[in-house]
């Protein structure tokens, strides 16, 4: 009977989200053609704008009715995921919203830009220019279509991702339907799914107030110090979709930290309530990278203040300075200025940690017997000219697999041996 009303409940979720969830497939999937639309009419625009022949020119008439068209489909998918991702909220599956807001901030770049060329293309055709004005108007254009270009393939990529979400809670569905020999046929990869779950709940630890591991429904590991049973402080999540290691405030992303995705998109650098937010580096799956300043998942030209733990702390104290430094989680503060916030094994930093230097690096990762050694990050220095290195460490040197981004924007990946790239 249980089982038989959580799939109840679960197949009435799907259908409350699936209208939005198919609006906006279907926008991203199709309906942003428009882009690449304006693009080429640019292309074709451009002698005569040189020219200054734009007056009720047939391709300046054709931008404004594109630009229109992307305007009102891109609204129409701010709408939608809006709605999905206040639902998903409702639905404590959480977990998504970064993803659907990130989404919402292309769709945002989109229509802004998709405007500036509308009025743009609008003054060509029915105002007789000045050819330095013309001049002017066509190059605005030219740069808003490169940004939509872009953030349209940026949100085509969230295609793939809204997609493993359907089916990733296909697949966790499937896992309450028992049968006699406990699996079940996944009706998506028709995989078998091994019936057998990992212990639920707070399997470790204090998972209220203190450090602990906790174990979801859906299977998503909290691993970190715990304050009123939502992260807060240095920890780590594993899900289905990749891992998080970094800083948390109230059970969100708050601060430094590295996220790596199943799909091999990863990002190291500031956030704010689950955003990206203040100077990080995005790398794509598909060689792209974002490299700056974000607001709200986007990148923006605008300096934005970056958060870190260093800035909120009593300076006045040396040593241990709260929790415990010996065997457990705590906070270091050092006497020439540096910070460490993790986790602690006979007085060695071991586990998950938090490293700020005083001249401004900081790194985020694992830590074994003092070093780092696992999974970490580091970045050099707190500003746009920074450089970073994401991948793993032995005894405290850059290891086997990482990327290392310079200041330029460009970077090297494959393997390091004795912190050297080979």
């Known amino acids: 009977m249980k089982t038989t009303f959580i799939s109840f409940i679960f197949l009435l979720f799907l259908a409350e989200t699936h209208s939005q969830s198919t609006e906006i497939l279907d926008i991203l999937k199709d309906k942003l053609s428009p882009a690449k639309q304006i693009d080429n009419n640019l292309t074709n625009l451009k002698p005569y704008a040189e020219r200054r022949e734009t007056n009720e020119n047939v391709f300046a008439l054709r931008l404004m009715k594109d630009a229109s068209k992307l305007e009102t489909q891109v609204t129409k998918g701010i709408f939608n995921a809006k709605k999905l991702r206040d639902k998903l909220n409702q639905n404590n599956k959480g977990y998504w919203a970064d993803e659907i807001t990130t989404l919402i901030g292309y769709f945002n770049k989109i229509k802004s830009n998709a ?106 590991k909290r691993q970190g110090k715990f304050s009123n049973k939502q992260l807060t402080g240095v920890g780590r999540i594993d899900s289905e979709r990749g891992y998080y290691i970094g800083e948390f405030l109230d059970g969100f992303f708050n601060g430094f930290g590295i996220r790596m995705y199943n799909n091999g998109d990863k990002y190291m650098g500031s956030w704010q309530k689950g955003n990206k937010y203040g100077i990080g580096v995005f790398i794509k799956n598909n060689g792209s990278i974002i490299k700056g300043f974000f607001k709200n998942n986007v990148l923006t030209s605008e300096y934005v203040l970056t958060y870190t733990v260093y800035n909120f702390f009593n300076k006045t104290k040396k040593g241990c300075i709260s929790g415990d430094c010996v065997n457990g989680y705590g906070t270091f503060y050092y006497d020439n200025g540096d910070l460490y916030v993790g986790t602690w094994r006979n007085g060695l930093k071991e586990g998950n940690g938090y490293y700020y230097w005083k001249s401004g690096n900081v790194y985020c990762g694992e830590f074994k017997q003092g070093s780092f050694e696992g999974f970490g990050s580091i970045m050099y220095g707190i500003d746009a000219n920074f450089e970073c290195y994401i991948g793993t460490w032995k005894n405290g040197i850059k290891q086997g697999k990482g990327t290392y981004v310079f200041r330029d924007g460009k970077y090297t990946e494959g393997n390091w041996i004795n912190g050297k790239y080979q």
């Open 115 to 220: 405007a500036i060329i509308q009025d743009n293309a609008s003054s060509l055709y029915y105002i007789y220019n000045r050819k330095e004005d013309v001049l002017k108007y066509y190059n605005e254009m030219v740069s808003a279509s490169h940004t939509i270009l872009n953030n349209a393939n940026y949100a085509r990529e969230t295609y793939k991702t809204l997609l493993e979400m359907q089916k990733w809670e296909l697949v966790e569905q499937s896992k309450t339907l028992i049968t006699p020999d406990k699996t079940f046929q996944n009706p998506i990869n028709k995989k078998i799914i091994d019936y057998d779950t990992p212990e639920k709940g707070c399997i470790e630890g204090e998972c209220d107030n203190g450090y602990g591991v906790y174990v979801s429904e859906s299977g998503m």
